[in-house]
Each structure stands twice: as structure tokens, then as C-alpha cells.
């Protein structure tokens, strides 16, 4: 113990050396990430730009590709952007960390970012210019998240009507420290569920808005009690039009939230996260039902409440409310839909990852794969779905993958289930003999899709935190180096990196 305790008091801890030791470590991590992905078969690439609080913009560039037996999806450039983003800009930042790499553009299968005109506008966003050079068409997609995000956030003006007058009642409450701590007094004397009101944030609206309307609507009473006292006249909440609103937006965008979660998260295949996106679609066919039915089992807030209010006239009031909803459902299952008809357009040749011994050579979408020598698939194809060995390894998988997703169910942590998923599909494709190499080909290419950028959202918020209001002077290099150490599943060399350091004690 006291031979630790010397050791520790000689490590020198000084600003200059630890900022020499963080930036050795990240560059160490690079350099393993650059081996790995030079001997990659293909990679796909991750984009997405934020704005810190300097006003400074900064691009993330992540790429995931299987390494062995195991995918990886790591932070291969976080660069700094001028204010006023151009396609060309991404581009030239893009290729930059290639080059530093010495990584190919043509391995590149597809490109999955926010969608903006930056990105992929069809004269100059980044897409077109890296297009060119990769000499190849590539699958683009808009995340998922993204997608149904902003579906969400655009679906209906009531809703942005109804998070206004949220905003200003919590603001009120809020914006003075002895309103809130009275408020706040409230809330325990009647052992609310929740201690405080949470404030809209238009920033971060992927789970913002249900958690919003969800506390609001918990601490209900208490707001209209708090306002009388105050003298506060906010006549929404005893109006019923607005109460039935009210209850209902957060139903529906707490089912929101539920698919949001289920997405969240990093190494998740496209297929997967589809499957997710379809369940939904079927969910909201019930929804619309249940509101039509006036049975309002998945509207618990909105039964409740109109339980306790009284309409006038009960038959005629329940049906126009029970219609007006149901058309608002329906419209969203129509344009939900709609936002995501590129992976429909994909489904069946997504399942060519878990289901190839089911798969139609006819039916896979292979117009973006102008690489792969679709003679030899078609043949490949062929000879694979005659022979019960290799067929039977797929069926071995599926079992494998239900009880993960068993497993998952149940509680298991979900970046481990997800690992484990991918893992093992690459597993069994690294199984086949290279007899069936271009049928490996793609069903590699297929595991690196991004789904969505929400590798890119873990990044920024782990940025965030990094460079904070209190240490927002850090330099570029040294956030970058910060990030990647954070976020890397690769481990530091740490005898390689102190055989080239001579120790100085501490004095």
C-alpha cells in the first residue's frame, strides 16, 4: 500500500502533462482505428454537425465496419466547420480524415446523415461531391430518428399551440426563485409524483415534448391551485377543448417517446430499427381504432379526464371528440408512412441479412451496389439455398437472435443485447467458405448500415459535457482527443505509449 501511495505522489499531474498524455492516448486509438479500417472489406459512414456554446461547429465523422468476428462503429474525425456550412465545406473535412487514414472512398457502402441541404442537396451537398469521388453510387439514408422526430415535431399545430401555453405557466413559475421554491412546497405537501415541472426545450425535442406534457399533466391540480393563489388567470385550464387537447397530445406522444427509446441506440442494424418503425405503423392502426371505438385503452389521461368532466350533451360531444382524434391518428399513420418509404422500399432486401436461404435474387435492391458482381451472387445464391448445411447455420442464428431479444426484453442491458446481435450475424457470416464470397460481401456490407445518427447525437452530448460553460477554452485537438477517448471501444497501449515516455517525479 505504501509503495502505491509513493507512486501515486510522484505522478506528475501538471495541466502541460496531462494534456501530453490525453492527446498520446488519442493518438494511439487512431492509429489502431486506421489498421483496422485499412483492412476492412467496407465501411459505412455516419455524419452529423453540431454548434457548441461558443458558436463554434464542429463534424462528426463515424464509421462502422466489422473487424473479425466483431463490428465497430468509432469516431474517425470530429472537425471544426465555419459558421455557414456548404456541402463543399463537409467534403473537404471528409476527405481530410481519409486522407490522414489513408482510407479508400470507394469502400464506402452508404451514407446515413440528418438530411440536411448540406448534406444532401442534388447540386452541391456532400453526397453528390463524395459520389464523384468514391466513382460509385452509395445507399443514402435520413436517419430514422431523425425522420420520425421531425414527423413528430411537424404533425399537428395544436400541439405547438398547447406547448406554448405550457411554456409560459412553467415560466412563470420557474423564471422566480421564490415562486418555484413555493411551488416546489406544494408539490411535497400533497406527495405529488413528480418534485418540479420540466421546461420545453425546442433543442432536444426527440423526448422533450412527452416528458413535458407528462409532468404537466401529473402536477395538474397543483398548477391550477398555485395560479389562484398567485392571482394568475390562465383560462386553458379549466377550458375543456383545451384539457381534452391536452390529454390527449400527451398520450400520444408518450407512444412517441416508447418508439424513440427503442431506437436510441448505438450498433442497432437498419433492420432491426425498421422493424421498429413498422410495429409502430401497425400501432398506430390500433390507436386509431381505440380512439373510434371510444374505448380509449391506450389514452389513459384522455379517459380519465373526460370521466370527470361533463359535457352537455354526452352522446354527440363523446363522438366529435372520439372522430376529431381518430382523424388526427390517421393522418399521422398516412404521413408516417410516407416518411419512410425508402425502407420499405429496402425490406426485402434488408431481411437478406438474417434470411438468406428465403431470400429472391429478382427481388433485392441492388441498383446503389455497383461493386458486388451480381452474376456470382445470383449463382452463389443458387448453390447456398441447395445445401441444408449452410441453410441450417441461418436458421441457428434466428433461434440465436430470438433469445436475445428475449433476453433483451427481460431487462438486459441494452448496448450489450445490441453487441451480442450484430455479432453474432457477423459471426455466421464469416462462417460460409469463400465459395460464397460475394454472398459474404453483402451481407457484410448490409451489417455496417447506420440505421441512424444517433452515434453522432451520443457524441455531442458526451461533447457537451466535455466542453462545458466552465471549460468551454479547450482547444479543437484536445476536445476531439477528449471525445474519442470517451466514446472509443479500442483500449489505449499503455506499455507501448510508457516505454517512449522518460518519468519525471513530482517535486
Not at 221 to 250: C, H, S, V
Not at 285 to 303: C, I, T, W
Not at 379 to 396: R, V
Amino acid at each position: 500500500m505504501d509503495k502505491i501511495i509513493q507512486r501515486i505522489s510522484e505522478m506528475p499531474l501538471s495541466r502541460n502533462t496531462v494534456k501530453d498524455r490525453v492527446l498520446r492516448m488519442a493518438s494511439d486509438v487512431s492509429q489502431q482505428l486506421g489498421t483496422d479500417l485499412q483492412e476492412a472489406a467496407c465501411y459505412s459512414m455516419c455524419l452529423d454537425e453540431s454548434t457548441d456554446l461558443n458558436n463554434h461547429v464542429s463534424l462528426a465523422v463515424i464509421l462502422r465496419y466489422a473487424v473479425g468476428d466483431m463490428m465497430r462503429e468509432e469516431l474517425v474525425k470530429l472537425a471544426s466547420l465555419p459558421g455557414r456550412i456548404q456541402g463543399i465545406d463537409i467534403y473537404n473535412a471528409v476527405m481530410e480524415a481519409f486522407l490522414s487514414q489513408n482510407l479508400r472512398p470507394e469502400k464506402v457502402v452508404s451514407i446515413t446523415s440528418d438530411g440536411a441541404p448540406c448534406m444532401v442537396g442534388t447540386t452541391s451537398g456532400f453526397i453528390q461531391f463524395f459520389v464523384k469521388e468514391a466513382k460509385h453510387p452509395v445507399i443514402q439514408f435520413h436517419c430514422i430518428i431523425h425522420q420520425e422526430a421531425l414527423y413528430g415535431r411537424e404533425s399537428n399545430k395544436k400541439l405547438d399551440d398547447i406547448l406554448k401555453d405550457i411554456s409560459k405557466m412553467v415560466n412563470y413559475i420557474k423564471v422566480h426563485a421564490l415562486k418555484f421554491e413555493q411551488f416546489q412546497a406544494l408539490l411535497a405537501e400533497v406527495h405529488a409524483q413528480y418534485n418540479a415541472l420540466l421546461v420545453y426545450n425546442n433543442n432536444v425535442w426527440r423526448l422533450s415534448r412527452g416528458r413535458v406534457l407528462e409532468t404537466f399533466v401529473a402536477c395538474l391540480d397543483e398548477i391550477r391551485l398555485f395560479m389562484n393563489e398567485k392571482g394568475q388567470e390562465y383560462p386553458q385550464l379549466t377550458d375543456t377543448a383545451w384539457l381534452n387537447n391536452l390529454m390527449f397530445f400527451t398520450d400520444f406522444t408518450l407512444h412517441f417517446n416508447v418508439l424513440n427509446k427503442k431506437l436510441q441506440s448505438v450498433g442497432k442494424t437498419a433492420d432491426r430499427m425498421f422493424c421498429d418503425i413498422k410495429t409502430f405503423e401497425k400501432k398506430l392502426q390500433v390507436f386509431e381504432r381505440d380512439l373510434e371505438s371510444g374505448q380509449l385503452k391506450y389514452f389513459p389521461n384522455l379517459k380519465m379526464h373526460l370521466e370527470n368532466c361533463t359535457l352537455t350533451d354526452n352522446a354527440t360531444n363523446y363522438q366529435e371528440i372520439y372522430k376529431e382524434f381518430s382523424s388526427i391518428v390517421a393522418a399521422a399513420r398516412e404521413n408516417f408512412s410516407n416518411r419512410f418509404l425508402q425502407f420499405h422500399k429496402m425490406e426485402t432486401t434488408l431481411c437478406f441479412l438474417t434470411s438468406p436461404d428465403k431470400a429472391r435474387f429478382e427481388e433485392l435492391d441492388l441498383s446503389c451496389l455497383h461493386w458486388l458482381d451480381c452474376g456470382n451472387l445470383e449463382m452463389e445464391l443458387l448453390e447456398f439455398q441447395e445445401s441444408c448445411i449452410w441453410k441450417n447455420k441461418f436458421y441457428d442464428l434466428r433461434a440465436t437472435l430470438e433469445k436475445l431479444e428475449k433476453t433483451e426484453c427481460e431487462g438486459m442491458t441494452q448496448d450489450s443485447a445490441v453487441g451480442s446481435f450484430e455479432n453474432e450475424i457477423l459471426k455466421v457470416w464469416n462462417s460460409l467458405p469463400d465459395t460464397f464470397k460475394s454472398m459474404k460481401a453483402l451481407g457484410i456490407a448490409f451489417l455496417t448500415l447506420f440505421g441512424s445518427s444517433y452515434a453522432c447525437e451520443q457524441l455531442f452530448s458526451a461533447l457537451n459535457f466535455i466542453k462545458s460553460d466552465r471549460r468551454n477554452r479547450l482547444t479543437d485537438d484536445l476536445s476531439a482527443a477528449y471525445v474519442a477517448l470517451k466514446l472509443t471501444k479500442y483500449e489505449p497501449r499503455f506499455e507501448k505509449l510508457s516505454a517512449c515516455i522518460q518519468q519525471q517525479r513530482s517535486h
